[in-house]
T-cell receptor
């Protein structure tokens, strides 16, 4: 079974500063994918960044980077130069491994509410 | 717009009534997922289709829930005899099964159900 843990219910950051959102995971599969999604108050889940278990380098997408520490089973999201529009709920998720009928299914953590102060 | 579309966005219904939600995935996506999200929680997987075949159903999906995806295009999720515990956001997502590994799922804006 796969499990995602996000231990920070809420985080606050000053505009233009960087913030790290924590995510740890548990799986017995050697092949997996990790995702971060942003959910603003409108409800839509917006894809931010992806890290594959075999990727050698940490993923980056603009102001988002993923601090992937495989041995510690952590996949923390780093948002640099925070903006007011970054205020939202953030979810870490793991995708079921390939080879089975469940491939593609996502298991989500409980989320972290990020508030960016001006 | 070619994103995932869900209808309705909001639904208020009386306990015991049946409701049906619709999801239109991104047109070339062959996989479609339904998730349920209660307040303050992450989305939980309900069921998933590859083309028109329903490949997996969560234990969360009681007998009152049924989902279809005729012809592998849009999907419907029906809840019969709604209960207050069914109140949640119902999210639909689609993805493309391909060779790459970073085939992320794209989500719709969800249908918020309130059972009174």
């Amino acid at each position: 079974a796969q499990k995602i843990t996000q231990t920070q219910p809420g985080m606050f950051v000053q505009e233009k500063e960087a913030v790290t959102l924590d995510c740890t995971y548990d799986t017995s599969d050697p092949s997996y994918g990790l995702f971060w999604y942003k959910q603003p108050s409108s409800g839509e889940m917006i894809f931010l960044i992806y890290q594959g278990s075999y990727d050698q380098q940490n993923a980056t997408e603009g102001r988002y980077s993923l601090n992937f520490q495989k041995a510690r089973k952590s996949a923390n999201l780093v948002i640099s130069a925070s903006q007011l529009g970054d205020s939202a709920m953030y979810f870490c998720a793991m995708r079921s491994p390939p080879g089975g009928t469940s491939y593609g299914k996502l298991t989500f953590g409980q989320g972290t509410i990020l508030t960016v102060h001006p | 717009d070619t994103g995932v579309s869900q209808d309705p966005r909001h639904k208020i219904t009386k306990r015991g009534q049946n409701v049906t939600f619709r999801c239109d995935p991104i047109s070339e996506h062959n996989r479609l997922y339904w998730y349920r999200q209660t307040l303050g929680q992450g989305p939980e997987f309900l069921t998933y289709f590859q083309n028109e075949a329903q490949l997996e159903k969560s234990r969360l999906l009681s007998d009152r829930f049924s989902a279809e995806r005729p012809k592998g295009s849009f999907s419907t999720l029906e809840i019969q005899r709604t209960e207050q515990g069914d109140s949640a956001m119902y999210l639909c997502a689609s993805s493309l099964r391909g060779q790459g590994t970073n085939t992320e799922a794209f989500f719709g804006q969800g249908t918020r159900l309130t059972v009174v």
